[in-house]
């Protein structure tokens, strides 16, 4: 019979009694969570482990004021997007701003009213989205998007939390969230298309 698996909430709580073993699991448990979505935030593995560092030393120090009210993943996740939105307000290098990201993605609209056809990505091999190549455009395109589009789609659709706890993570409502998913999902695919296009 396997020994019984800790739930997150028993482990907080031996953490708290000083029980640095259940520390260890849940700082493992997790990492590799945290560290990927930093990385896919911020496309620098120095920047992501700087994230994956602060986020847990931001969670040892706040885990007494941890009540339970959302889950402890979500908690953690709103702590290692903050941590890595704090990084991208950093940079010294210029990023798109909102409202250039806006005038892209309402010209794609534009011209899809128009008669614009973007192609059909559903066409293409999934393995062509494995490529190495295509990973480097796609995480160049991301990396385009203004800070707040970048978390919405990377928290929803590379880490695949449901729209709820995106809202939850980055303090927005689900609207909202909906709404800036569709922009940068519109963008990216517009974004991307000669890319992807290119191959039949």
Do not use: C
Request: glycine share 4%; no cysteine.
């Amino acid at each position: 019979m396997q020994p019984l698996v800790p739930t997150d909430e028993e482990l907080i709580e031996r953490i708290r009694r000083g029980d640095n073993e259940a520390l260890e699991q849940l700082v493992s448990r997790y990492e590799d969570r945290v560290y990927n979505l930093a990385y896919r935030m911020l496309s620098s593995r120095q920047d992501a482990e700087d994230v994956l560092q602060d986020a847990f030393l931001n969670v040892i120090r706040g885990l007494d004021s941890f009540r339970g009210q959302s889950s402890f993943s979500t908690w953690l996740y709103r702590i290692a997007a903050n941590a890595a939105l704090t990084k991208i307000r950093k940079r010294s290098r210029r990023e798109k701003s909102e409202s250039e990201f806006l005038d892209d993605v309402y010209a794609v609209k534009e011209a899809a009213h128009a008669g614009a056809v973007l192609p059909d990505w559903s066409s293409n091999p999934a393995t062509r989205i494995l490529d190495e190549e295509a990973r480097r455009q796609m995480a160049t395109a991301i990396n385009e998007l203004p800070e707040i589009y970048r978390a919405v789609f990377v928290l929803r659709d590379v880490e695949g939390l449901p729209a709820a706890a995106v809202a939850e993570v980055l303090d927005l409502s689900v609207p909202a969230v909906k709404s800036r998913l569709h922009r940068a999902r519109l963008y990216l695919r517009n974004r991307l298309s000669g890319y992807f296009g290119e191959e039949e």
